[in-house]
């Protein structure tokens, strides 16, 4: 994924989140920090504590330099880095605070996920809509472009969610911000190696988790 990015874009720097994984990611990281001295970044946590908390840590990180568009996205594939071009020219509108690369804003576009799991996102997806009024198809998508404004008017210190939904919670307190928030279509592909996260807990904390927002906002205290 790095050098397929560094291969593609020559202004592109990229923050690797590491949890202190037992793959050994981070020294995967420091070898290669040979290759692109200036433009590769590591940022090693001691402890795993959830997906929300090591990007809050990496939008902080960006944050403390002077980067104009701070993306997020897997490094599995499934986020197709050639994608990251499209997301960019969309955002660069004036009229575009985020920019979301969405499964189902033009149908859906998923490959080699089973019927379950399809049903389960798109499911989630219709009920985030019906509950917050959020107008993204999209809302638990993890592959997004930031205008730095966007991030610099969230108090990231009172981001909630740990699991899948902050990515749900972060599209909607910028939605309560008052940013517009853009949808292009990308085809998500399933990770080829490794095994899901999801589990229980991030389903649950997903479903309570939209109502708590909700009527945070409808008594003014989101």
Partial sequence: MLRSIFSMYNHVHVLVVDDNSPDLTAQKVIELKDEFPTRLHLLSRLHKTGLGRAYIDGFKWALQHPYKYIFEMDSDFSHDPKDMKRLLEACSDADVDMVVGSRYVNGINVVNWPFSRILLSYGASFYVRIITGMPVKDPTAGFVCYKRHVLEAINLDKIQFIGYAFQIEMKFK?????????????????????????????????????????????????
């Fill in 174 to 222: 910028a939605m309560n911000k008052k940013f517009k928030i853009k949808e292009i279509p990308i085809i998500f592909t399933d990770r080829i190696r490794g095994v899901s996260k999801l589990t229980k807990g991030i389903i649950s904390e997903a479903i309570l988790g939209v109502i708590q927002m909700r009527t945070q906002q409808l008594l003014g205290k989101l």
